[in-house]
């Protein structure tokens, strides 16, 4: 994510961003305020070395287990973020020319925790991006597939600015050292309890039509609109509960059958009122919806699978 404050806005500062005083409304449905999001489905090439990494680096649990698939999620929780599915001989995930996923993204439940993971991946002599994106910090890594990932911890809501209704978001350097300053003696034991699936962040082939299926069709608000080759939206005030991009290239193409990559995200609604408003909003707007008891599948105009499903408690 990407969107610079002096680039964008022409400023350093903005106007606090209160409730109900950011972000562009789709015109027709709107996801309800307590739309969160759910697992992630993966392609890995190899199950046993995605799960040896995903153990280690993240500190993730495994849930379930079979032969050819796996799930995992924090300790001390039993919802799951990411379920690897395997398939021999996939190929790794390309960072420019293939649609899907940028990187899905896990929030940490506070700084304290982001600061322990940090140390952690120092300990274990693993390299990855960092950034302060003013509403969040982030810390970005690639598992052994090519497949992006972003660890994170939200600053405050009280802290957020705003630029008229556009939420203010940057890409500057993190303070490291305040970071593990705020998580000193705090040692990772492994992803805690609390830790939810944030954001999941794409590669599409055109933003007109990202805000046509995301926005006016699926029923997010728009927050952040302004950098050239990005759309960030989101439901219920978050800064975004997905971002899409045109960085793959215009000559992208979508992610096949044997690629490494996302085979399905999740939203997770209220109740299951919730998931018939979103399915009926996909249909008047032309989008194909099938069932799966009372979940709602559907595909984006780029292939990537989306499940709408009821909230697990």
Do not use: C
Not at 200 to 226: C, P, Y
Not at 297 to 307: A, F, Q, V
């Amino acid at each position: 994510m990407s969107v610079r404050t002096t680039d964008i806005f022409g400023q350093k500062r903005g106007e606090r961003a209160q409730p109900g005083t950011y972000g562009m409304q789709p015109q027709g449905y709107r996801l309800p305020d307590g739309t969160r999001l759910g697992r992630v489905r993966l392609r890995v090439a190899d199950l046993e070395r995605s799960l040896a990494w995903y153990e280690s680096v993240l500190g993730m649990a495994v849930l379930e287990r079979t032969n050819e698939s796996a799930t995992l999620g924090a300790h001390g929780s039993y919802h799951a973020l990411v379920e690897l599915h395997e398939q021999s001989g996939a190929r790794p995930f390309p960072r420019r020319g293939r649609l899907g996923l940028f990187h899905f993204a896990i929030l940490l439940p506070d700084r304290v925790s982001l600061g322990a993971f940090v140390r952690h991946l120092a300990e274990q002599g693993v390299r990855a991006g960092a950034a302060d994106h003013l509403v969040s910090e982030a810390f970005y890594l690639t598992d052994p597939d090519g497949l992006g990932i972003e660890i994170y911890a939200d600053r405050p809501r009280e802290t957020w600015q705003r630029v008229g209704r556009e939420l203010m978001m940057s890409t500057d350097p993190i303070d490291m050292n305040d970071l593990l300053e705020a998580s000193s003696g705090v040692r990772w034991d492994g992803m805690p309890a609390g830790t939810v699936m944030g954001h999941v962040h794409l590669h599409v082939g055109g933003l007109d039509a990202a805000s046509a299926f995301f926005s006016e069709a699926m029923g997010f608000d728009r927050t952040v609109w302004s950098y050239p080759g990005a759309l960030f939206l989101a439901a219920g005030g978050y800064h975004h509960h997905l971002g899409t991009n045109l960085w793959a290239g215009a000559e992208a193409t979508p992610t096949g059958p044997n690629d490494a990559g996302l085979i399905e995200w999740t939203i997770e609604l209220p109740d299951v009122a919730d998931v018939d408003e979103v399915a009926k909003s996909l249909v008047a707007n032309g989008h194909f919806v099938t069932r799966e008891g009372a979940d709602v599948l559907t595909t984006d105009p780029w292939k990537t699978g989306i499940r709408v499903r009821r909230a697990e408690d």
